[in-house]
């Protein structure tokens, strides 16, 4: 050896001892992870890294969807702006290679060199397992599976190792589009088996805490309330290798806080912050942001029908009439809404879902109704909402109190705790509200089957019950499973006419769902669950 | 003093009895019902009775309590709803952070109150007491979040000069190992000197907005009782006797003022336990007030038991040490028991 070169060999020594006392730089290592990790931050985070796991809540899953693959997905069409947006309609393999829609059943072939992230194949032993336990665990998931019709193990029969079947119920057009919906992930069964206990026979306090499943990602670390840690599953065969090699995802509870680390460019992505600094980002042209209509979503206002003054539908139609609809778009939306009023007179009903209603803020033609139905002089009533989506709530409440304090109507507001809210509405008596309803599977008869049915699901908050409503709704339901398309549209231009005439509950908007994003990032699509697919994302 | 320690923690026992049984009824009087919440946004009433069963909530209220008790003399608080994990294991995660953070908001803000009160308790009238009115009027007069953000808007979103408000690390830097939780010692054993420097520019801002907020207590505290014991008979003997200015006021007067001074430090600390839960919410702080406020926020039971019982653990010890101290500063008020 030279000297000159025992001499550099030596500084390069010496350097690299010192280098971690030295002011801290980005190490070219660390500038690296930043440019294949997107950094996202929301206000909350997951409890659970499983679906089928008791009160996962939404952000868990959002995990799910990533680090599980479920049988099919859907293919993406272009949305609203360009924005790639999932195509109800089309179906893709996903941890299925193929399969084929008998008559009564559907067969899926799998993919013969898919693994679970601890390396074992996976099989249609874990499949069957894994719809078992969705139909089964009771809750939320049972719930989601039975909307397809998804309701027994005997359902689901393996033929061979790589070939499963799924017998159905009965026809149901939701059958199929509901093994694309989050809920029926393929799990790993000998993992979980393996930690599961005769008190927990599906294992679900083991994947509470890691994923166990075939998907993109997996969860490397997790503290709960703080972080979400994925990295990329490097043998994962059930769709093109996705760009992204690690995802960071951070809780920041302070919206500003999270626009800030957005405009500074220390996050990547965001969702969940008001209208208004959305809107003032979008003018502003740092960052991409994206705004897309809630799929089968509507924000209304609700009126208990079962009690004075709102069992009369003049007073409902009064109220309609009564609504300060522009000003919430304007003041309380900053636009970012689909409006769900003021359609034309002689625009005819379509077959589709959401739409708009015909009515527009005239408050004459309110007072007229009231005058009609006997209350010229107004009434006394209570308006709730959910304190957990105050941003937009209460001033909502605000413009209608104002608004209806005009036709003599004195409103008080009434701020209902989140945790308060879903009791509140099972009670079903609060006699004025606003709320969203959106519905995973697209579709109007689904809207209608849980809102406006005389069965009175939770989700029916009016208490409206009218055979003839069910009438239209169960018909279209059938319809839309023989394929008598003629009949079917019927049923819906049928039920969408009645439930604007009654009114029971007026639309107001389509909410649009918000993600703010550096410009170097891509591939954002738009998911019925309205989280984020990492596996389409790219950066840079 | 052991056998002061020991009664000391006998008394404690009836008022932690008290704590357990007051915070599982409050907690149970809370409006809204957690089985629904945790049924999901799409869940039928069967669904919600389900869950309710499975979280034992369809139980009579006594026997939640008897098995609620239960589980905690094996030292198990339950298990949180909203984050999935034991709640032991959280608060024992978690307070670290809050006790770290808090603890350096309260060394700024000594540091800079104990001398700006005795400095102004010395020169009453001149501009340094004035100085300390002010600062402690804007201290307390602007709340603890507000504060927060404008630190944040400055020094980070306009200045650039602070790390991005994001929790106790960078982003990109790992933890070191615990040893004691406290990241700023944790990161100098582990010799990770990278890892302490962006500990530390975590701290700064959420540590400085505490400071702020607490100045104003001990700040006014010491200049009132340092204004008193300057007055009092045994500083003008001091002073007559010739000692210099120095000695007078740091080993007569100061020593003397000190115990009011301990007392509002006790009651600051506990304080800012409390304000902590905004500061963590503005800067991401993963410590137990975010913790506490998120489960009161779900209905969630067992965090919320659980940090009011860490609470009121660590008020019990902590009057315990402000006797103590007590005793070491002023032998006078040494107490029997």
Redesign the interface.
Known sequence: MKRRDFLKSVSGLAAGAVA??A??I?SPA?AD??SE?L?I?SEGGP??LDIH??????PGYEVSWNCYDRLISHEMKSGPGGVPYYDRDKFKPELAEDFNIGDMSVTFKLRKNAKFHDGTPVTAKDVKWSLDRAVSV???P???MSAGSLTKPEQFVVVDDHTVRVDFLRKDKLTIPDLAVIVPCVVNSELVKKNASEKDPWGLEFT??QTAGSGAYKVTKW?????VVMERNDDWVSGPMPKIKRV?W?????A??RR??L??G??DISYELPFKDFQEMKTNGKLNVVSLPFSNGIQYIGMNVTKPPFDNPRVRQAMAYAMPYQKIMDAVLFGLANPMFGAAKDRPTEVAWPQPTKYFTDMEKAKALLAEAGYANGFETTISFDLNFAGVNEPLCVLVQESLAQLGIKTTINKV????W??EL?KKEMPLFTNVFSGWLDYPEYFFYWCYHGNN??FNTMSYKSPEMDKLIDGARIAAANGDTAAYDADVKGFVDLAFADIPRIPLYQPFVNVAMQKNISGYQYWFHRRLDYRAMAKG | MLTMIGKRLLFAIPSLIGVVIVTFLLTRALPGDPAAYFAGPAATKEAVDQIRKKLGFDKPLIEQFVRYTGDLAHGDLGTSLTTGQPVAAELRNRLPASAELTLLGLVVSIVIAIPLGVLAATRPGSWIDHLCRVTTTAGVSLPVFFTGLVLVYLFYFRLGWAPAPLGRLDVFYSAPPTVTGFYLIDTLIARDFEAFRSALSQLILPAVTLAIFSLAPIARMTRASMLAVLASDFVRTARASGLSPGKVIVTYAFRNAMLPVITTLSMVFSFLLGANVLVEKVFAWPGIGSYAVEALIASDFAPVQGFVLTMAVMYVLLNLLIDILYGVIDPRVRLEG
């Not at chain 1, 503290?223 to 972080?227: K, L, P, Y």
């Not at chain 1, 705790?417 to 308060?420: D, I, L, Q, S, Y």
């Open positions: 971690p006392t002011p801290a980005w660390k992870a930043r990790t950094l931050v409890n659970n796991g008791v009160g996962t809540n939404v009771g809750g939320f049972t719930f989601q509470k805490q503290t709960a309330g703080t972080e960071i951070r809780m920041v509870p302070q500003g806080n800030a680390l405009e500074r220390d996050a705790p989140g945790a308060n879903r009791t099972t699901s939770i």
